[in-house]
């Protein structure tokens, strides 16, 4: 080697000290280029009087998030959404600037527009009255009077009962508080409290998906527009959002128009090339994936349950929903989640194009090819188990079932399975069950000996026994089997869309991860505190006695109560995680935490004021909901556990059923039972719970903080 080379200076043959300083540079660099391209933020402002509901079919509101999710992808912004919980703050807020635009189903209005600038309009809707199921009816305007309209300040409603009460003096208007909750003013006009309410067509339309108590009548106002409202100084996004609604609008009549000649919505040979000018477009059927990417949306129909789509503490979960919100986001498209109410409809919604993909894991059979139902690619194998009672011992082999019962849905593939083994096993008795009843519910009736056995796939199986110990599997039956998404068969360009996204997802990084999140077996946290009965004798509860004592004193709460919550959250462990994602000795989701502005749910302090505060919250939204103070305790921790939603949804059914509202223990506990049943979970708002967890959760909490105040009692 020369000279030359040999003294060539690199980085590696520098001092250290240079090299560190050259390295420092450059990160410093990089950082200070990483958060300058930093994506700004799109911060929309949301009214939470609707509270979190379970959207079945397009709830407005679900949608207006939906269209600026997308805009916000288009735009390359980040989407933040902010809930406040009064709705005249949503004016305020935004003229403060602490959010750039409002979505909550707003009317244009004379008086707002002098606050705010808004969007060209969304849609056109018509304002109705709205009555409870009992109530006297009202056929035509002139029987207003007399009756009462309640109305909340500051909503487009008023300025129309004003001009209404001009034409018919007689009609009264009473005031409410803005912080009613749609929900609640849709109890209390089904319980008769209220007379009269005004709203917009498509929230009752939305209402009346899932209550039967609640009825629409005469129209109260003329068409309205319906739009975002956004700060007067920001024209730049006014200008960005009214181009994207006009995009939009754009491939709505599009359709219209290319649709114009036929219903029909299978695909043919036509290839999905992009969508032209109208003025190209000759009148001629489209696919099925064409008329989805002319409405920018794809419509999924899910069933409501613990592995399709559920609502669970606020937050919208299931292995299904999220697989159909990551499909609409790779290509582009807004998502609409439609419940089906049986798992018969499940595959129908298809057929009679109410829905363009079921989810559900379903096994492609030739029962469901003959029906018109088209399969994708496999995107999951599972064993079916059978599946008995705890206990129960000496099944061993298919032989040994002879002489039980088993029970299955007919038109599910499991019934296809137990006709196979009553060939081998002729003893085996097979019965059907109601088609809307889900499998886990089945499970349910097992456990309770209702039903002798069931067949069930193996990641139910699983996922059942994360949270219960009184069943079993006995055995599989077979090979485990593929299971598929479904579309109407015919629809072929739909079905390579479909497949290209199962290819690039099966077992790869984010199906692994929510695969695990919803059916891997959840470990039991079996960190006890060190000598924790001895200790509990000498009146030591926890090891965090001297913080929950610190922070219930503040909030008002009996510390004992909140360390046996504590116990049945996390059983003390700080590092504690639930599959949905709560965090730390209370399980606090991270989105509530944020809200609080709590950092680190680990460190035991600020996880224990979290999940404090977070139960005053609670509290003060049973408060507000009316409930006596010696139950307010049971149905703040029921919220706690389950969320108020589902709690409301119980309360109502206890009414129904002529049992105490207002009292949890063996009166609205067993309405909460009730909700994880088909049949009342699809009148519910919040729809299906497992209502076991919060019936259980109180119970044992009640059970333990007794128990903390006989220890104290005899100190």
């Given at each position: ?161 004003l001009g209404l009460q001009k034409i018919y003096p007689k009609m009264r208007i009473r005031y409410i508080d803005n912080s009613i909750s749609t929900e609640l003013l849709y109890d209390r006009l089904a319980s008769g409290e209220y007379d009269l309410a005004i709203q917009d067509e498509n929230l009752i339309a939305s209402a009346l998906a899932y209550r039967d108590d609640i009825k629409k009548s005469i129209q109260a106002s ?50 999905d090339a992009k969508v032209a000018p109208s003025s190209s477009i000759k009148k001629s059927n489209l696919t099925q994936w064409q008329t989805i990417q002319a409405k920018g949306r794809v419509r999924f129909v899910l069933r409501n349950n613990l592995s399709s789509y559920y609502i669970w503490r606020g937050e919208l979960l299931g292995f299904h929903y999220e697989l159909a919100k990551r499909f609409a986001k790779e290509n ?114 097992v456990a309770d000996k209702k039903y002798d056995m069931t067949i069930a796939d193996s990641h139910i199986v699983d996922l059942e026994l994360t949270f219960r110990d009184d069943i079993q599997s006995f055995m599989a039956l077979g090979e485990p089997k593929a299971q598929s998404w479904g579309i109407k068969a015919g629809n072929e360009t739909l079905l390579k869309e479909v497949n290209v996204f199962i290819k690039k997802h ?210």
């Open positions: 080697m020369s000279q030359g080379k040999n003294k060539r200076t690199t980085l590696f043959s520098l001092p250290k000290i240079v090299c560190l300083v050259l390295i420092l540079i450059a990160s410093l660099f990089l950082l200070k280029y990483y958060f300058s391209n930093e994506k700004p933020t799109l911060t929309v402002l949301t009214w939470v009087g609707g509270e979190t509901y379970l959207p079945r079919n397009g709830h407005p509101q679900d949608l207006e998030l939906q269209y600026l999710q997308q805009f916000s992808t288009q735009q390359n912004l980040q989407f933040k959404q902010v809930k406040v919980t009064k709705f005249d703050q949503l004016f305020s807020k935004l003229i403060a600037g602490e959010g750039d635009v409002i979505a909550a189903n707003l009317t244009i209005t004379t008086a707002r527009k002098k606050r705010v600038n808004f969007s060209d309009a969304l849609i056109q809707s018509n304002e109705y009255f709205i009555l409870g199921k009992q109530s006297p009816p009202l056929k035509k305007g002139s029987a207003l009077n007399g009756r009462e309209v309640v109305i909340q300040k500051g909503k487009s409603y008023q300025t129309t009962a003329g068409k309205r527009d319906i739009a975002w409202a956004v700060n007067i100084e920001n024209k730049n996004l006014l200008t960005q959002l009214n181009a994207f609604i006009q995009s939009q609008q754009l491939a709505t009549e599009l359709l219209k128009i290319t649709t114009a000649s036929s219903n029909a919505t299978t695909d043919n040979d036509i290839s582009k498209l807004r998502y609409e989640i439609i419940v089906a109410p049986d798992n018969v409809a499940l595959l129908d919604y298809l057929i009679d194009d109410k829905a363009d993909i079921a989810l559900g894991f379903l096994t492609p059979t030739e029962a469901r090819r003959a029906k018109g139902i088209g399969f994708s690619r496999p995107y999951h194998y599972a064993s079916e188990l059978v599946v008995g009672q705890s206990g129960v011992t000496g099944i061993e082999t298919t032989q040994d079932l002879k002489g039980h019962k088993i029970y299955t849905r007919s038109s599910s593939a499991y019934w296809s399975t137990a006709l196979q083994l009553q060939k081998t096993v002729p003893g085996v008795k097979l019965i059907a069950v109601p088609e809307n009843m889900e499998t886990e519910s089945i499970i349910e009736a099966y077992k790869g990084l984010f199906y692994n991860v929510i695969y695990n999140k919803y059916f891997k077996n959840k470990k039991r946290l079996d960190q006890q505190y060190k000598g924790y009965v001895a200790e509990i004798e000498s009146g030591v509860m926890s090891p965090f006695d001297d913080l929950v004592k610190k922070h219930a004193k503040e909030y008002g709460f009996d510390w004992r109560l909140l360390v046996a919550q504590m116990h049945q959250e996390s059983r003390f462990d700080p590092n504690a995680k639930s599959l949905s994602g709560a965090q730390g000795l209370f399980q606090v989701m991270p989105r509530t935490a944020e809200q609080l502005g709590i950092q680190d749910m680990h460190d035991p302090e600020q996880g224990i004021e979290a999940g404090i505060r977070y139960m005053d919250w609670v509290r003060e939204r049973m408060q507000a909901d009316e409930i006596p103070k010696s139950e307010l305790t049971w149905f703040t921790l029921a919220s706690y556990n389950a969320g108020a939603g589902h709690v409301r949804d119980a309360i109502r059914l206890a009414r129904q059923k002529g049992w105490q509202d207002d009292v949890w223990f063996n009166h609205v506990e067993k309405a909460m039972l009730l909700l994880s049943q088909p049949k009342y979970a699809a009148k519910a708002r919040y729809g299906y719970v497992r209502g076991q967890e919060p019936v259980t959760y109180v119970r044992e909490i009640k059970r333990r903080y007794d128990t903390y105040l006989n220890i104290s009692n005899h100190q």
